[in-house]
């Protein structure tokens, strides 16, 4: 594990609920979405490698605005609210459906698209769509799938193949755990490569 990496020193920027309080369209910057309670803040965490820094909760439908990480000046990272969560009411949840849209279609500085989905449950239709979003801007695109510590080592590996396989060229994957710290690095040097970051890992 490295312990000298840019993300380390990530802080909390802003929660934000409409377009317009983005921060200034400048710089890099790289999304991380995904299903309601796949991971995606506890991934966060782990990958700056800070407990409290994104809000984790048992309770789906807890990131519930695009919330910004300051990893270096004009460089990135957004928490973006989690999709498929179905007490959501639903004008919220066409609010968030048009936020979401609009943010993949204006966003310049976005680099890059992190979809983290449940190994034991990864690619469902919420997770095609977010990158086929990134698909339509062009972005490069990386798949965690978390919570690898819940499967043994057997399962993990098919999980990996068949995501792998079905993804193609449209992503690169790779198994993570937010609680073993299984790929926590490969997952950092995907992102200080988006952020043009120096990762200090080995073979970033
Ligand atoms: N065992 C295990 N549990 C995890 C892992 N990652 C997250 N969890 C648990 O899954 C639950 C949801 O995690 P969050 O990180 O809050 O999920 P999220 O995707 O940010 O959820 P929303 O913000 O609601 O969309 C929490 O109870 C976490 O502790 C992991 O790698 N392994
Ligand atoms: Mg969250």
């Not at 936020?99 to 034991?120: A, E, H, K």
């Not at 193949?161 to 193609?168: F, M, N, S, W």
Request: charge should be positive; proline fraction near 5%; include cysteine.
């Amino acid at each position: 594990m490295s312990e000298n990496h840019p993300l380390r020193v990530m802080t909390y920027l802003k929660s934000v609920h409409e377009l317009r309080h983005l921060p200034p369209d400048v710089g890099l910057e790289v999304a991380i979405a995904g299903r309601s309670n796949a991971g995606k803040s506890s991934a966060i965490n782990a990958i700056a490698d800070q407990t409290g820094l994104a809000r984790t909760s048992k309770t789906p439908g807890r990131t519930q605005q695009l919330v910004y990480f300051h990893v270096a000046p004009e460089r990135h990272v957004v928490d973006l609210p989690g999709y498929g969560y179905a007490k959501v009411p639903p004008d919220l949840r066409d609010h968030w459906q048009r936020l979401i849209d609009q943010f993949f279609r204006t966003r310049q500085v976005l680099r890059g698209l992190v979809v983290v989905m449940d190994v034991r449950h990864p690619l469902r239709e919420f997770d095609q769509q977010m990158l086929a979003y990134g698909a339509s801007r062009g972005l490069a695109c990386h798949c965690l799938l978390t919570k690898a510590d819940k499967l043994p080592r057997g399962q993990q590996s098919k999980a990996l193949l068949e995501t792998r396989r079905a993804l193609g060229d449209a992503a690169s994957v790779q198994l993570f755990s937010s609680t073993s710290l299984l790929g926590v690095d490969e997952a950092r040097a995907v992102l200080c490569r988006w952020l043009d970051l120096e990762s200090g890992a080995k073979n970033a």
